[in-house]
C-alpha cells in the first residue's frame, strides 16, 4: 500500500522559516516524480514543485520561486520542502503527492500538513 | 498559465441523481485532464485520469469524457458517500493548474 506521511508544518512568522518532510512508503520511490501541493483554507488546490527521480531537475510556481527549495533523500524514502521567506499568503495545508508522470495526474497524496504563516 | 474554469462552482443533489459537472481549459489541452474528489479535512482523491480513464478502485459510476478543451464528470447514481468537492486539473502546459471547484451537496 502506498503510503506518504508528511511532517513539519506549523506555526511560522512573516519572514521565517520552515521545512517539511514527507516520508514515502509501499512503492519504488526512485521511479517517481514527486510533488508539493497546497491548499489555502477554504481554498482550491495549488501545485508549488516538483522533482525528478534523481533529484536532477526542479520545477517551482512563480509564487514560490526562489523562497522554497524541492529535495529528496532517495535513500531514505523521503521528500523535503525547505520554505524561507514565508509569507502570510503561504499559510495552507501542504501536500506531498507522488506524480504519475510530471505534472500529474498526482495519484496518491499525503494526509497533509498545516503551515501557518502569522505574526 | 492554462485557466481552468468549472461549473458550477456548487450544487444540491439528491441520492439517485445523475450528477454533471464541466470544465473548460483556457486553451487545447488534448486529453490531459485530470479529476480529484475530495472530502472535508482529507486529502484529494484521483478519479480518473488522461480524461477518459477510471482509476483502479474508483466505482464505475464516475466516468469522464471530452478533450481538447472542454470536459466533463459524470456521475450516474449519486451515492451518499459521493458529497464532495471535485476539482479538474490539466497537466498538458506547465504548471499543473486547477480547476476552482465543485462542491455537490446534499438536497
Known amino acids: 500500500e502506498v503510503q506518504l506521511v508528511e511532517s513539519g508544518g506549523g506555526l511560522v512568522q512573516p519572514g521565517g522559516s520552515l521545512r517539511l518532510s514527507c516520508e514515502a512508503s509501499?512503492?519504488?520511490?526512485?521511479?517517481?516524480?514527486m510533488s508539493w501541493l497546497r491548499q489555502a483554507p477554504g481554498k482550491g488546490l495549488e501545485w508549488v514543485a516538483n522533482?525528478?527521480?534523481?533529484?536532477?531537475?526542479?520545477y517551482y510556481v512563480d509564487s514560490v520561486e526562489g523562497r522554497f527549495s524541492i529535495s529528496r533523500d532517495n535513500a531514505k524514502n523521503s521528500l523535503y520542502l525547505q520554505m524561507n521567506s514565508l509569507r502570510v499568503d503561504d499559510t495552507a495545508v501542504y501536500y506531498c503527492a507522488r506524480d504519475d508522470a510530471r505534472n500529474g495526474p498526482f495519484d496518491s497524496w499525503g494526509q497533509g500538513t498545516l503551515v501557518t504563516v502569522s505574526s | 498559465d492554462i485557466e481552468m474554469t468549472q461549473s458550477p462552482s456548487s450544487l444540491s443533489a439528491s441520492v439517485g441523481d445523475r450528477v454533471t459537472i464541466t470544465c473548460q481549459a483556457s486553451q487545447d489541452i488534448s486529453d490531459f485532464l485530470n479529476w480529484y474528489q475530495q472530502k472535508p479535512g482529507k486529502a484529494p482523491n484521483l478519479l480518473i485520469y488522461?480524461?477518459?480513464n477510471l482509476e483502479t478502485g474508483v466505482p464505475s459510476r464516475f466516468s469522464g469524457s471530452g478533450s481538447g478543451s472542454d470536459f466533463t464528470l459524470t456521475i450516474s447514481t449519486l451515492q451518499p458517500e459521493d458529497f464532495a468537492t471535485y476539482y479538474c486539473q490539466q497537466y498538458d502546459n506547465f504548471p499543473p493548474t486547477f480547476g476552482g471547484g465543485t462542491k455537490v451537496e446534499i438536497k
Open positions: 488522461n480524461a477518459i
Open positions: 522533482i525528478k527521480q534523481d533529484g536532477s531537475a526542479k
Open positions: 509501499g512503492f519504488s520511490f526512485t521511479s517517481f516524480w
